[in-house]
């Protein structure tokens, strides 16, 4: 069963759409299931849709020659995923996206969303609030990445995604802060 | 003596203004000088301003209780550069925006921005186009330093500042991609 309803309220904290902006919005979403451990986006895929999560939790990751993973960013509800870079560039998908938990997500056709961008100029607005407050949080993370121990980057990372903690492995949290499974046990312990 | 001229063309690579609106948008910049050494913005400041670079080169960084500085940005001519946030949640500067070279800049004033916004709303869409490859730009980043070997980091980092090895120290450098200087200059001999 649709349900659109956590995204227009989401996006109504940004701008005011009246009942048939928020039709023609509509029309442009699918809604997608992802049973935990299947993908929503694979290496080579062509990516046409940025995806809003409703329910569960997804990871976003590269895997190297060698096999081994790096987890680029975690989405739970009210959170958005894709392979960005992908997507703009008109490129083969780079990334694995993942569920963690079964999930549910909408995914916005970019296609479609350039033409509503021109019919309905407050969908700029948004994306330019949105896309602002993505980047602004991501240098953050650089900068506490360039400069923070790791026992206050997990902190920042426990109060970015609140909760996240009980719901990811600890390993999958280390591969995110980049250190090893003990090294994140040890500050744990010392933390709590 | 003004010049808006590369700032005008640059954003007319995105969208097509009006000469009325050209001359609304620079009614709210104004040009700085920042000679070589002296700061744009310093740690404490509040920061209403974004900056596009007509001259120079900056760097901005942030020195932690130690006294060690972590470069967290570098930008030359066409890119842009403040304490993003600081501006965006009306927070003190916790950056330094340095000129290494003597530089010019153009600020524009966010809160007159806010109004531009809603007066000519092809605005939105350049500074949604803006931020959007910026939040692509330093996710390639955060990915890179996550699974990239240093060597290929530092071919990375001239791509995306061309001819700026020339320009700034190797120190400098190495201490945006979080080596030692000593490591960066192995690589660039083995390299080269």
Redesign the interface.
Known sequence: MKNNGPLLDYISKYIQLTQIEKEEFVSILTQTSVPRRSYLVKPGDTVNHIYYVLKGCLKAY?Q?EMG?K???QFAVEDWWITD??AM??KAPAALYIEAIEDSSVIGIDMRSLEIL?VRI?KF??F??IL??????A??????S???KSCADRYLEFCGKYPGIEKRVTNYHIANYL?VTAESLSRIRKELF
Chains 1, 2 share one sequence.
């Open positions: 590269y190297d081994n790096h987890i680029l960005f870079d703009h560039h961008f100029p700029e607005r994306f330019r896309y602002t407050k993505a980047f602004i991501l240098r953050k993370r650089v900068m990445s360039l400069q980049g």
